[in-house]
């Protein structure tokens, strides 16, 4: 068999292996031969060859013909190869081109089906705060959250957050589960704009939601950690807002 002498990368750009190269370069050497010649010749089995062919086919390299009722296979000239490579790579841009100039069309078909929520994991502190930093750059959301546990934990967005809002001109509405800190926080922040109710004595939850047009954020206070979970899942927001206005036709003010 013919050592290809590192024709392997060359090839690669084929999309052919190391057993695909060493079989082209002889049937180059053999030029049109009957497949049974080039099998044997490349010291590989006629069902098998068959198949490598087909690959060698695929890739433009090589053509199969009768002859006399024998089935023969055909290199290209070797000079032609640039030509054949550059004609795919031709063929490639073209077709991202055209993926390019669709990709909006896609995308859009995309969003109209299977609810695909994409979610992102906060843990820790500094984490946490990269979440609630996304939460100041809303216009509008509504929550269920413990003050407590958020001057606590996370002391900073006790006042940044309903500061946001009062300075940007957005707007809130939040349950706050009842303690000390829920009754500073409404007297500081509650407005027109900023709705606040402090749950009755007895109804509490085990993490912070806030929901927002487009998402929806779980916060989780424990005693050694803080975690966050980001949902951005339009559809799924709209059912926990709906969730949120049963709640606060309840306990809103």
Not at 57 to 64: R, Y
Not at 205 to 234: H, M, P, R
């Amino acid at each position: 068999m013919y050592n290809n002498n590192g024709m392997n990368d060359i090839f690669s750009q084929f999309h052919l292996d190391g057993k695909d190269t060493d079989a082209f370069l002889e049937l180059v050497k053999l030029g049109a031969s009957p497949v049974s010649a080039w099998a044997k010749r490349a010291g590989i089995n006629r069902s098998s060859m068959y198949v490598i062919a087909d690959r060698l086919i695929a890739a433009g390299v090589v053509s199969l013909f009768a002859h006399r009722g024998v089935m023969h296979a055909k290199p290209i000239p070797v000079a032609d190869l640039p030509g054949v490579l550059e004609r795919k790579r031709r063929e490639i841009g073209e077709a991202k081109s055209i993926l390019v100039s669709r990709l909006p069309e896609l995308v859009k078909l995309e969003a109209t089906h299977a609810i695909r929520p994409a979610v992102q994991f906060y843990e820790g502190p500094a984490r946490v705060a990269l979440m609630y930093e996304e939460v100041v750059k809303e216009s509008s959301f509504v929550s269920i959250f413990h003050p407590g546990r958020v001057k606590a934990s996370m002391p900073e967005y006790f006042h940044k957050i309903p500061q946001a809002i009062r300075e940007s001109g957005g707007r809130a509405k939040e349950l706050m589960v009842k303690c000390k800190e829920a009754v500073e926080y409404k007297k500081l922040y509650a407005s027109d704009r900023h709705e606040l109710s402090i749950l009755p004595e007895g109804v509490t939850f085990s993490s912070d939601t806030i929901i927002t047009k487009q998402k929806i954020y779980l916060v989780g206070y424990g005693k050694d950690a803080v975690v966050a979970t980001e949902i951005w899942n339009e559809e799924l927001a709209q059912t926990q807002s709906v969730l949120f206005d049963l709640l606060w036709q309840n306990y809103g003010r």
